[in-house]
T-cell receptor, first 117, second 113 residues
Framework: GAVVSQHPSWVICKSGTSVKIECRSL??????MFWYRQFPKQSLMLMAT?????????EQGVEKDKFLINHASLTLSTLTVTSAHPEDSSFYIC?????????????FGSGTRLTVV | GENVEQHPSTLSVQEGDSAVIKCTYS??????FPWYKQELGKRPQLIID?????GEKKDQRIAVTLNKTAKHFSLHITETQPEDSAVYFC????????????FGRGTSLIVHP
């Protein structure tokens, strides 16, 4: 149980274009999902908390107009990196909590390796 | 907010040796402490967790200890194997419904055969 699917697993895009990453909870409903960014050999940095049916909550220093988050249903959250630049290249990971499992249900997606050229 | 410090950043051991990774946290309200293992290019996987009402938890070769007074917790891996090589993250969370863990910086464990 508590499976989170993330797509795509990797993407290469040109500078100035936008990229959408999907995060789906496959066997549970997630009112809250989380988006992390991870640089090589570094920790998971929380970018934003995605709330179903309402606006995302962004961490300090994260540009909400650049990293658009939409959580339109209880099983899907999307992160769109707009006008991507090479410095946006990173590993993006989503996670979700299965409330029926309490805190133990915090599961990560498989991650998306974004490379902006 | 919560601040989690993790040491060492890199740990190199010989196969069969034990490995210990230590974390400290700042918020005494934190009461849930998970550990995640992340292999290169893959998602972090929960390997063990501990709640503040216990001091130690064991699962085969993996154990976690918690000292609430000192606000530190540790991951112990015995009889290490090459497949244990990965990055390990500790985390701490505040009590209540809004569970968002704060992660340590990670420890790269290398087990030499």
């Amino acid at each position: 149980g508590a499976v989170v699917s993330q797509h795509p697993s990797w993407v290469i895009c040109k500078s100035g274009t936008s990229v959408k990453i999907e995060c789906r909870s496959l066997d549970f409903q997630a009112t809250t999902m989380f988006w992390y960014r991870q640089f090589p050999k570094q920790s998971l940095m929380l970018m934003a908390t995605s709330n179903e049916g309402s606006k995302a909550t962004y961490e300090q220093g994260v540009e909400k107009d650049k990293f658009l988050i939409n959580h339109a249903s209880l099983t899907l959250s999307t992160l769109t990196v707009t006008s991507a630049h090479p410095e946006d290249s990173s590993f993006y990971i989503c996670s979700a909590r299965d409330n029926s499992r309490g805190r133990e249900g915090y599961t990560f997606g498989s991650g998306t390796r974004l490379t902006v050229v | 907010g919560e601040n989690v410090e993790q040491h060492p950043s890199t740990l190199s051991v010989q196969e069969g040796d034990s490995a210990v990774i230590k974390c400290t946290y700042s918020d005494s309200a934190s009461n849930y402490f998970p550990w995640y293992k992340q292999e290169l290019g893959k998602r972090p996987q929960l390997i063990i967790d501990i709640r503040s009402n216990v001091g130690e938890k064991k699962d085969q070769r993996i154990a976690v200890t918690l000292n609430k007074t000192a606000k530190h917790f540790s991951l112990h891996i015995t009889e290490t194997q090459p497949e244990d090589s990965a990055v390990y993250f500790c985390a701490a969370s505040l009590s209540g419904g809004s569970y968002i863990p704060t992660f340590g910086r990670g420890t790269s464990l290398i087990v030499h055969p």
